[in-house]
C-alpha cells in the first residue's frame, strides 16, 4: 500500500485515521484526501500534517459523486488502496433531508467502486467505513454479531446499508479485494458538535440546557476515535479479503448516564464560579423519530483474528475529549460558523 486514497479524509475519523497513520504506525507511502468539504469537513483538521508531510501528503478538494475527477485522482496519484471514510453521518440531519445521503453514501460509493474496477490491476483493496446503525436496533439483550441479518432504521443507515451492500456485491461478482468494517459510536478530537458527545461539552460550557431525547434510556457502545482507526488499519493490512469486521467499545451505556459523565467531569475539570453542577442544565426533549434503542457488538472476531483490543476506557478517553475540546476554542468558533471556505482560499491557491 503505497497511494492510498482517503475519502472523507477532512471530517472527524477521517482526519484521526490520517493522524494516526503518519504519526504512529509504520505507514511510509502517500495519502491522498478527496473531500468535498461539507458542514463537516474541515481542512484545518491536518494543516500540520500538511506542513509536515508534504511529499506524502495530499488534499483534493472534490465530491467522490464525480467520476472524472475520481478517475483523475487514480490515474494521477496511481491509487493501489482505498479507504471510504466520506459520507453523510449524522442521523438527525437524514431524517429532515435525506437527499445528500442517499447521493453521497450509495452514489458516491458506487463511483468509487466502479473507478476501483476500472482500475484493478493496480488496486490491493478497497475498504469501506461502514457504521453498526445497518443491523438496526437491540432490545435489552443480545449483540450485534457480523452475521446479523441487516435491518437499518433511519434515512442514514438505510443508505450506509446499500453502500455495504453495494461493496460486497463488487467483491462478489468482480472479485474486487475489499474489507467492510461496521463500527459502533464514536468519540474523541474533531468531532463536529452536532453529534451527543461534542454538543453536550460545549453546550455545557455555554451554560446552555443539554437535550436528552426521549428519557434518555437509549444505549449506545462508545469507542475513542483513535481506537476505530487502529482496527480500521488492522483491518485494511491483515484483515481476509472478502470480510466484514465489527468494531465496538465494549462500553454500553444509556444516554443520560453518558450526559450526566460529561457534567460530572466538566465540573472537576473546569469548576462553574458558583460550583453549582452542571447537571441541572438537562432537558429532556421530544424524541427523535424512529430511535434505535440499543447498539451493542460484538467484536470478538476482530479481537480473535486479528488481535485487536481498544486501548481507551470511557472515562479516560472523555477526559482526554473533553480537554482537547477546552484547548481548541478557536477550531470551535471556526467550526460553528461554517465559514471554512474562507480559510480554504487563503491555504490553497488553486481551489
Ligand atoms: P463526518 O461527517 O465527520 O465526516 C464526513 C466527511 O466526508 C466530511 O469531511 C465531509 O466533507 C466528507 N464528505 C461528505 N460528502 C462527501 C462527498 N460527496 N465527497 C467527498 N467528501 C464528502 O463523519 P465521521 O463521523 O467522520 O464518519 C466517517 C465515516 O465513518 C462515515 O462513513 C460514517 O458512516 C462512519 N461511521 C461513523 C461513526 C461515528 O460515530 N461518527 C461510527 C461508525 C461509522
Ligand atoms: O452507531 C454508529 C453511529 O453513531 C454512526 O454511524 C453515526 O454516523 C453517528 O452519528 C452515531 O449515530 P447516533 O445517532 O447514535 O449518534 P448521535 O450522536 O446523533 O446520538 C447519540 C445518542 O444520543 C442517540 O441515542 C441520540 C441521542 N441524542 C443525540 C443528540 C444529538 C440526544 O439525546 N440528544 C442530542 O442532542
Not at 434503542?293 to 481498544?310: H, M, Q, T, V
Request: net charge negative.
Amino acid at each position: 500500500m503505497q497511494n492510498l486514497l482517503v475519502t472523507g479524509g477532512c471530517g472527524f475519523i477521517g482526519a484521526n485515521f490520517i493522524r494516526l497513520l503518519f504519526s504512529n504506525t509504520d505507514f511510509d507511502g502517500r495519502i491522498v484526501n478527496v473531500d468535498k468539504l461539507t458542514y463537516a469537513g474541515n481542512p484545518e483538521n491536518l494543516t500540520d500534517i500538511e506542513d509536515i508531510y508534504r511529499d506524502r501528503y495530499f488534499f483534493v478538494m472534490a465530491d467522490i459523486c464525480d467520476p472524472e475527477a475520481i478517475a483523475d485522482v487514480f490515474a494521477k496519484y496511481k491509487i493501489d488502496t482505498v479507504c471510504n471514510f466520506a459520507a453523510e453521518s449524522h442521523v438527525d440531519r437524514s431524517i429532515v433531508e435525506p437527499d445528500a445521503f442517499i447521493k453521497t453514501n450509495i452514489h458516491g460509493t458506487f463511483i468509487l467502486l466502479e473507478t476501483a474496477r476500472e482500475h484493478r490491476d493496480q488496486l490491493i483493496l478497497f475498504h469501506h467505513v461502514s457504521t453498526d446503525e445497518v443491523y438496526g436496533s437491540l432490545g435489552a439483550e443480545g449483540y450485534f454479531t457480523e452475521d446479523t441479518p441487516y435491518k437499518p432504521n433511519s434515512p442514514y443507515s438505510a443508505s450506509k446499508a446499500s453502500s455495504d451492500h453495494l461493496v460486497r456485491a463488487y467483491s462478489k461478482t468482480y472479485g474486487l479485494p475489499v474489507t467492510i468494517s461496521n463500527c459502533s459510536n464514536n468519540y474523541g478530537p474533531y468531532q463536529f458538535p452536532e453529534k451527543l458527545i461534542p454538543l453536550m461539552i460545549l453546550n455545557a460550557l455555554e451554560e446552555k440546557s443539554l437535550p436528552v431525547y426521549g428519557k434518555g434510556r437509549n444505549i449506545r457502545d462508545w469507542l475513542y476515535v483513535t481506537d476505530h482507526c487502529k482496527a480500521v488499519w488492522r483491518i485494511m493490512q491483515s484483515g481476509r479479503r472478502g470480510e466484514t469486521y465489527n468494531i465496538g467499545g465494549r462500553c454500553e451505556r444509556a444516554n443520560l448516564d453518558t450526559v450526566n459523565m460529561i457534567c460530572d467531569l466538566l465540573d472537576d475539570m473546569q469548576p462553574r464560579p458558583d460550583q453549582r453542577s452542571r447537571r441541572e442544565l438537562i432537558s429532556f426533549v421530544k424524541d427523535r423519530p424512529g430511535h434505535d434503542f440499543r447498539y451493542a457488538i460484538d467484536c470478538s472476531k476482530l479481537e480473535n483474528e486479528l488481535g485487536w483490543i481498544p486501548e481507551e476506557s470511557f472515562e479516560s478517553g472523555l477526559r482526554k475529549t473533553i480537554q482537547w475540546y477546552l484547548d481548541n476554542k478557536e477550531w470551535v468558533e471556526r467550526v460553528k460558523s461554517g465559514d471554512y471556505l474562507a480559510w480554504v482560499k487563503q491555504h490553497y491557491e488553486h481551489i
